[in-house]
C-alpha cells in the first residue's frame, strides 16, 4: 500500500481525503486472509445461485435429439429447440400473450387499489388501522389453493352455481383472483415507498392551499414514481410466475398462460419428455423477467428492503 | 411533524363533531383513509373473503353421485354431510405408503407438508444466513453477488421444477456427478430430498438478502467496542449480530415458512401428482378439487389455512415477530419526535419476505 508516501504538501493542513487514507487500517495477513475468503465465499454463492440457471441455458441450446445429455458445453450447440418451442402443436406464442394479458391486467388492477390505499396507510392517522394492516398481512398469507375448491365449481357453474357465467378459459378467473395475492404485495411495498418521502412535501402543498387529494396527486404521485414502478415489476413477476389458479381455471390451449404451457409441453413421440423444449421455453420465460431484475436490481433490492441501508 | 399531531386533532373532531378545527391539517383524515381503503377492502373481501367463507361452507357439503335409493334417479347437486369431510381423515379409509409409513392419504400430505417445511426452512436459514455473512464482509462485488441472488427468485417455480427434473433425472446430471443412480423423481425417499433441494435453492438466497439488510442496520460501533471488550468472533456472532438480526430473521422465516406449507408447484411439476412421498397438502386438495370432490377438497384446504394461521400466530406470540412491522404506523406509539426511520428496518422485511411467491 503506498500510503505513507508523503503527498506535495501545498497548505499547511492535510486535506480530509489524505487523513482518511493515513488513518486506514493497513490490510494485515489476518485481514487478507478474511478478504479472500470472502471473495471466495462469494464465488460459492454465486456459483450455487446460477448453476442449475447455466444448465437450463445449456440444456436448451442442446441438439433436441440430446434431451438428456449430461455434457457440460453443449455440442454441437444448436437453436432447433427454440424453434420447436414456437412450432404449431406447442403454440407457445399464444401463451406468452395470455400471460402478459394476465400478468399486465393484474399488474394495472393491483397498482390502481394499492397506491390510494397504500397512500392512506403511510400517511393518515385513522382508528382501526391496525386491523387493516393485520387484514391485509393475513391476505398474503392464506393458501391459494382454498380458493380452489368453491371457484372451480363456481366457475364452472356447477350446482348450485348454475346462474354464474361460465369462467372456465376466461382471463378473469384468473386475474380476479390473483388480485389476492398481488395486491397485499403492493399495498405493502408502496406503504414502505411512501413512508420514505418526507412528509413535509404534502405539508406544504397543503399550506399552499391543496387538499390532501390534490397534495398527494400533484406532488407525491410524482415523486414516488420509482416506487411504484418497482412495485409494478415486483407484482408483474409474481402474477406472470403464478401456476395453481392459471392450472386450475385455464385448460383450453389457447387460453394457457406460459407457466401451464410449459407444463404441458408434450414431446412429439408423446412418450419422452421433450427437456430440450422445456428448457427452451423455460429461458424464453425467464429472460425478460432477468434482464428487467437485473437492470432494475438495486432499484428493486432498496426497495425491498427499504431503510435497511441509511 | 403536523400529523403526528393527528391523535389529538382526531379526538377533538370527535368531541366537538366538524365545526372547531384545531389542525386544518390533519381532520378529516379518518373520512379520507377511509374513503382510499375502501376499494382495497371491498377487494380483498370479493377476492379472498368471500371465496374463503364459501371454502368453509363448501367443507360440509359433498357432491351428489350415483342414484338417489329415495327416487331412483341419477343425483346432482350436494348434501349436507355436517364435519364428514372431516372426521374421514381421522377414518383412514384411503391408506396409502408414504414416507412416514401407512397412513391416510390427507395424513400422509399434512406430514409430508410439514417435513418439507421444517427440514427446507432450517436449511433455507442456516445457508441464508451464511450467505448474509458472507456478502456482509464483501468489500468489492457485492452488486454481482446480490444480481446473482435475484436470479433464482426471478425464475419461476414451475420452470425451475422442470429444470430440477431434468438435473434429477435418473440419466441426469446429478446423477453423473455424484456418480451413482439415485432415483430421484420415481417417488422414492429421495423424492422428498429432491423437493427439499431445489426449494432450498430458490430461497435461501431471498433469506440471505432480507438477512443481509438486517445485518447492515447493526452499528459498527457495536462490534468495535466488543472487540475492545475482547470478545471472540464466535461470541460477536452469538452475542450481538444473533441478537440484533432476529427481529429481520423471525419475519422471514415466518414468512418462509407460510410459504413452504402452501407448497404446490414444486413437487406437482417435478415428481407429479399421486406420487405419495411427496405430495402436499395443497396438491392433494388441487387433486380432489379438479375430481369434483368439492367438498373433501375445501374441508383439506381449509384444515391448512387453520394450520397456516396457528403456526402465523404461534410466531407473532411465541418468539415476537413483528409481522406488521411500523409499515404505516409512523406515530403510533407515543413517540412524536421520533422519525418514521427510526424502525424502518423491521418496517421493510415483511414487504420483501412476501416476495418469496408462491411453491
Known amino acids: 500500500m503506498a500510503t505513507t508516501t508523503t503527498p506535495p504538501v501545498t497548505q499547511d ?16 495477513g489476518k485481514a487478507r486472509v478474511g478478504m479472500i475468503a470472502s471473495y471466495v465465499g462469494m464465488g460459492l454463492i454465486v456459483l450455487y445461485c446460477v448453476l442449475p440457471f447455466y444448465w437450463m441455458i445449456i440444456s436448451s441450446l442442446r441438439d433436441p435429439s440430446q434431451g438428456r445429455s449430461t455434457q457440460f458445453i453443449p455440442d454441437p450447440v444448436s437453436i432447433e429447440n427454440f424453434k420447436g418451442v414456437f412450432s ?5 406464442g399464444r401463451s406468452l400473450i395470455n400471460s402478459l394479458i394476465v400478468s399486465g391486467t393484474t399488474t394495472i388492477l393491483t397498482l390502481l387499489f394499492g397506491i390510494v390505499a397504500a397512500y392512506a396507510l403511510a400517511r393518515l392517522s385513522f382508528k382501526g388501522k391496525g386491523a387493516v394492516l393485520w387484514l391485509i398481512m393475513a391476505c398474503s398469507m392464506f393458501p391459494i ?25 376466461t382471463y378473469q378467473a384468473v386475474i380476479i383472483p390473483g388480485l389476492s395475492f398481488g395486491l397485499p404485495l403492493a399495498v405493502w411495498n408502496l406503504t414502505a415507498f411512501f413512508k420514505q418521502l418526507p412528509m413535509e412535501l404534502e405539508q406544504a402543498a397543503m399550506v399552499d392551499g391543496c387538499t390532501p387529494g390534490v397534495a398527494f396527486r400533484k406532488v407525491i404521485l410524482p415523486l ?6 418497482t412495485t409494478a415489476i415486483i407484482v408483474f413477476i409474481g402474477s406472470w410466475n403464478e401456476y395453481l389458479l392459471a392450472l386450475t381455471f385455464l385448460q383450453a390451449q389457447d387460453r394457457q398462460t406460459a407457466t401451464v404451457a410449459i407444463s404441458k409441453f408434450t414431446g412429439t413421440t408423446g412418450f419422452d419428455t ?22 432494475f436490481q438495486r432499484r428493486i433490492v432498496a426497495g425491498l428492503t427499504a431503510g435497511g441501508v441509511k | 411533524m403536523a400529523t403526528a399531531t393527528a391523535e389529538p386533532s382526531v379526538r377533538t373532531v370527535k368531541e366537538d363533531g366538524q365545526k372547531h378545527k384545531k389542525n386544518a391539517l390533519s381532520d378529516g383524515q379518518g373520512r379520507l383513509a377511509y374513503i382510499l381503503l375502501a376499494p382495497t377492502l371491498l377487494v380483498i373481501l370479493v377476492v379472498a373473503g368471500i371465496p374463503v367463507i364459501m371454502s368453509i361452507r363448501e367443507s360440509f357439503f359433498q357432491t351428489n353421485n350415483g342414484v338417489d335409493p329415495v327416487t331412483g334417479m341419477v343425483a346432482g347437486g350436494e348434501k349436507f354431510v355436517g364435519l364428514e369431510n372431516f372426521t374421514s381423515i381421522f377414518a383412514g379409509g384411503n391408506p396409502v405408503q408414504g414416507s412416514f409409513g401407512t397412513h391416510d392419504r390427507f395424513v400422509n400430505a399434512f406430514l409430508n407438508t410439514t417435513a418439507i417445511t421444517i427440514v427446507c426452512v432450517v436449511l433455507e436459514t442456516l445457508l441464508g444466513v451464511a450467505m448474509a455473512l458472507i456478502m456482509a464482509k464483501a468489500f468489492r462485488g457485492r452488486g454481482i453477488v446480490r444480481a446473482g441472488i435475484l436470479v433464482p427468485w426471478a425464475i419461476p417455480t414451475i420452470v425451475s421444477a422442470l429444470m430440477w427434473k431434468l438435473i434429477f433425472d435418473s440419466s441426469g446430471v446429478m446423477n453423473r456427478v455424484i456418480g451413482s443412480q439415485v432415483l430421484w423423481l420415481a417417488d422414492t425417499g429421495a423424492s422428498f430430498w429432491a423437493v427439499v433441494i431445489a426449494d432450498t435453492w430458490k430461497t435461501a438466497p431471498f433469506i440471505g438478502l432480507l438477512t443481509l439488510a438486517g445485518l447492515q442496520t447493526i452499528p459498527a460501533e457495536v462490534y468495535e467496542a466488543a472487540k475492545v471488550d475482547g470478545a471472540t468472533t464466535w461470541q460477536q456472532f452469538t452475542r450481538i449480530t444473533l441478537p440484533l438480526v432476529k427481529p429481520t430473521l423471525v419475519v422471514a422465516v415466518l414468512f418462509r415458512t407460510l410459504d413452504t406449507l402452501r407448497m404446490f408447484d414444486l413437487p406437482a411439476g417435478m415428481v407429479g401428482f399421486g406420487k405419495y412421498r411427496t405430495e402436499t397438502v395443497s396438491v392433494f386438495s388441487y387433486l380432489e378439487a379438479t375430481q369434483t370432490r368439492y367438498g373433501p377438497a375445501a374441508a383439506y384446504a381449509i384444515v391448512l ?16 415477530a413483528d409481522v406488521i412491522g411500523d409499515t404505516g404506523m409512523p406515530k403510533k406509539k407515543k413517540g412524536k419526535n421520533k422519525t418514521p426511520d427510526d424502525k424502518a428496518p ?14
Open chain 1, 88 to 92: 404449431g402443436q406447442n403454440n407457445f
Open chain 1, 13 to 28: 493542513r492535510l486535506s480530509s481525503a489524505e487523513v482518511a487514507e493515513l488513518a486506514r487500517e493497513k490490510p494485515s
Open chain 1, 274 to 295: 421433450p427437456y430440450g423444449t422445456i428448457m427452451a421455453a423455460g429461458v424464453i420465460v425467464t429472460v425478460p423477467l432477468l434482464i428487467a431484475v437485473l437492470l
Open chain 2, 346 to 359: 423491521d418496517a421493510a422485511a415483511p414487504g420483501l419476505e412476501m416476495m418469496g411467491g408462491a411453491h
Open chain 1, 224 to 229: 414516488a414514481a420509482p416506487g411504484v414502478f
Open chain 1, 145 to 169: 389453493v382454498v380458493l380452489i375448491p368453491p371457484l372451480l365449481k363456481m366457475f364452472s357453474s356447477t350446482e348450485p352455481f348454475e346462474w354464474f357465467p361460465r369462467w372456465i378459459d
Open chain 2, 305 to 320: 389455512f387453520v394450520y397456516v394461521l396457528l403456526i402465523a400466530f404461534l410466531f407473532v406470540k411465541v418468539l415476537g
